[in-house]
């Protein structure tokens, strides 16, 4: 009788082992896209194309002011699939415009809730936050009057901005080297497939013509700046691209600004 048991514990571990090894292979088909989600995920990146192509016939003629600059070469960033490790995700995808920028595929909001990445099995965690106003968001810090705390990015408020002084700025430098949503190894691979774009501005002043471009100082000839400042610029050239014009440039009343160190 004791030997039968010991036979029964051993085929049942074996069985166990079995499904478990077969796991992988089942979660992944679980996470395949339904044929309605692939035809809107189709709509969004056709439209994705087209407002960067649109946007980047303003780099035949640059706008002289600076701030209009910024503003053009961030929205590039923002609708540019290359910076995703199988080319096919802007950081749009999830934050588009007719949407609140948020998440625009309607059979995704209906049943997952989250996004998947640049791998199309793999899902973020959470639903795309709209950061129509995240560039407004204030360091996080705690408001006595409210009793609470204030500010920072993200759903758990983890881009708190105290780093870069810019919630927003911390929050754009999650996507790119997230395995669930870009899927880049590191930021400098961000960094350096910017650096072969178009809006990437010719390094030689008497043809930049004043256009707007990180390049120069995170990739000019014999510039070679710590990885952490190449992270700074692109995080914020990112987020200086993620909201309306009409809001992005205001001065910040003093609720807005950072509190003091």
């Not at 980047?56 to 923002?78: F, S, T, V, Y």
């Not at 639903?127 to 759903?155: E, R, T």
């Not at 590191?186 to 010719?202: E, N």
Request: glycine share 6%; proline share 11%.
């Amino acid at each position: 009788m004791k030997t039968q048991r010991t036979l029964l514990a051993i085929a049942a571990v074996i069985f166990v082992s079995t499904l478990g090894a077969d796991a992988p292979d089942a979660e992944e088909t679980s996470s395949t896209l339904s044929p309605r989600a692939l035809q809107e995920i189709a709509q969004v990146e056709a439209e994705i194309d087209r407002i960067e192509t649109q946007t980047a016939e303003r780099l035949a003629a640059p706008p002289d002011n600076q701030i209009q600059q910024i503003e053009l070469l961030g929205k590039l960033m923002l609708y540019d699939k290359q910076l995703s490790v199988n080319r096919n995700e802007a950081c749009a995808f999830c934050h588009m415009p007719e949407t609140g920028f948020t998440g625009p595929v309607s059979e995704l909001n209906r049943t997952t809730g989250s996004y998947p990445g640049s791998v199309r099995t793999r899902f973020s965690d959470r639903k795309p936050q709209s950061h129509a106003y995240a560039p407004l968001s204030p360091v996080l810090h705690y408001n006595p009057g409210q009793g609470d705390l204030v500010g920072g990015n993200f759903w758990d408020m983890r881009a708190t901005g105290r780093r870069l002084g810019n919630p927003a700025a911390e929050q754009a430098e999650g996507p790119p080297t997230n395995p669930v949503e870009m899927g880049l190894p590191d930021i400098a691979c961000a960094v350096y497939r910017a650096s072969q774009r178009p809006y990437r501005a010719d390094s030689r002043p008497s043809r930049s013509r004043g256009r707007a471009t990180w390049s120069r100082s995170a990739t000019g000839p014999g510039r070679r700046p710590p990885a952490s400042r190449c992270r700074f610029i692109l995080a914020r050239l990112i987020a200086a691209g993620s909201a309306p014009p009409s809001i992005r440039w205001r001065n910040p009343s003093p609720a807005m600004r950072p509190p003091p160190r």
